[in-house]
């Protein structure tokens, strides 16, 4: 080998060597960059979580460390703070509100993990103040104005964990216990209540939340609230991921979620409930503050959109299970909200309160009342899938004297393949806020069940301004002892237009003991459709085109469409009303026909009235003397 190729080969080598140096040196770089900081809330912070020593002083000083590391290099780099099991003690008793036990500002890539939530507890301590106190004597002040918000008479918790700008940041296997049966209440301060900060969670203005095994209770005003002010408008694309998993948010004094601003958060599996229920020793009532919800959907300077509620639970809130209200005409703040799998349980007040626009609720089951609806028919609250019913909840009946209530607010409300069960009271009161086409209630393919196993007397059933298409049916349940007298009221005198069985649905009145009375008249099938049109009067059932004050009801039956009136089943047609038949009118043989000398009844195009040989001329006498009866009483 010549001096050339020896002098080549050895620099070759060298640089080859030289080369592995750097990637060994990158490569110890690169691990350093990505290595995890770890720290320990005992260790680390002085904690010592044995229930009986206070430890806020720990928390204080583990937020500031990870405040001050944030605002350096290394703050980008992934940290953990574990705190484990123990019971950790915190808050001082005394006349002043106390501050928030750990505020993260500005984080990035941090997680705060217990032991897990059976074994790692923050417990505030108790005797700790709540309310309007006397900043003289600090005696319980209760103020003569019913609304006070002098900031130097009220006392408030704080909260136990604020994540304010933050960036992926995880909390897990934790419970914040805010101990709210052992407080010291004073009187009310703010709107209504205790309007005062006592929560267990605060997210503001952060991104990439996720708090999952998580159970926060006792708090004497939200379990979490959600407030950022990311989004630029409701249509803001970059949303924000804020995730709550497997947790539960329970006996808190307001809310057990609040959400006033967010783009971009999912629930899944979490308990939202009984909200205003922990009753303090001292007063002999419970600590409650309006709207005492389980989840309140209420946009404050901002936005909700883009929100999933899955597979969790609104139970036996002092006020509404889901509340989202809605003030003045403004621009929507509210979009593309799914409750999807959720059980909602009102018991002594309504299962969901529901004004903001474009809510879905799809395949829940609500027991208890749902209330109003949205009032902007293109954005319109709707149901799929959905189980309405009034089942007792540990021996209390449900909420209201209706599964729907919504009188003249809410357009353009939608039902698709629900199920209505009534087992103490009426089934719908439902009224659109307007009587045109694009207000109207629509129910496709719904069942009525009536499993009342007493008579429930004095509640009728109304729709109003409503169109039926699909397979809709009333039917008797399994513990319906009776067929007592029961109204449904289709239409009222002062809405315009008939009800409509749209061209193809079919609408089966199949309860026994039940009275459809037609004020401004019934459409079936106003235009000829490929598919069948039908009504279909069962045993026992009544179908009266009732005259009104100044209309003439008319009872229209498309071309190709079939009103058949069943054996045992009744047709009354009053006074002054008419009945247009363009399509089949058919009185089986048993069935009852009553047509007033005062009313008009024709046929149009191909249209008949066909009259069997053993139908009956008259009124149905026992559901007359049943009606009769039920009014007497």
Known sequence: MNKYAVSWLIGHQWLMLL????????ATLCATAQATLHKDLKKDFGALGDGRTNDQAAFAKAADFFNQRAKTPAGAGRAVLHLPAGVYRVGQPGPGSLGNLMAFVNCRNLSILGADSATTEIRYADSLRY???????HAVYESPKAFFTDWSWGVGGGTALVLQGCDNVQVANLTLNGNSAHLLVGGHWGDTGIQLSFDGVFVSD????????????????????????????????????????NSCFDYNGRQGLSITGANGLRAVNCSFSHTGR????????????????????????????????ERCRFVDNAGQGLVSDRYGNGPPTTKNIVLRDCLLWGVSNWSAWVRQPN??????????????????????????GCTFEDRPYRGQPAYGQHLVYSNREARAMRFTNCRFVGTRNGLLYAVAAASDSASTFRLHGCTFVLDQAEPSLGVDNLLATVIFSGTTTVASGPHRAMPAPTNFILGTPETTGSV???????????????????????????????????????????????????KEPELYIGPGAQLFIKKGGALEIQPHTKVTIAGELIIEDGAYFFQDPQA???????????????????????LQEAYSQATTD
């Open 19 to 26: 080369m592995s140096g750097w990637l060994v040196l990158g």
């Open 131 to 137: 309310g309007a106190f006397d900043p003289a004597t």
């Open 206 to 245: 952060s991104r990439r939340v996720r708090l999952s095994k998580l159970a926060v209770h006792h708090f004497g005003r939200d379990g979490i609230q959600v407030l950022n002010h990311l989004a630029k408008s409701v249509d803001d694309p970059a949303q924000e991921e804020i995730l709550l998993e």
């Open 278 to 309: 922990v009753v303090i020793p001292a007063l002999g009532r419970p600590l409650y503050s309006n709207p005492g919800a389980g989840v309140d959907i209420e946009p404050e300077g901002g936005y909700a959109a883009n929100v999933r509620l």
């Open 359 to 384: 809510i879905l609720f799809e395949n829940c089951r609500i027991y208890g009342a749902f209330i109003t609806g949205s009032a902007l028919g293109a954005l319109p609250t709707r149901f799929v």
């Open 500 to 550: 409509l069985v749209q061209p193809g649905g079919q609408l089966r009145l199949l309860a026994p003991g039940c009275r459809y009375l037609l004020p401004n008249g019934l459409a079936i099938g106003q235009a000829a459709g490929r598919k069948a049109t039908s009504v279909e009067v069962g045993l026992d059932n009544i179908l009266i085109l009732n005259e009104a004050p100044g």
């Open 600 to 622: 008009s009844v024709k046929t149009a195009g191909r249209g008949q009235l066909r009259v069997a040989p053993g139908a009956v001329l008259g009124k149905h006498p026992a």
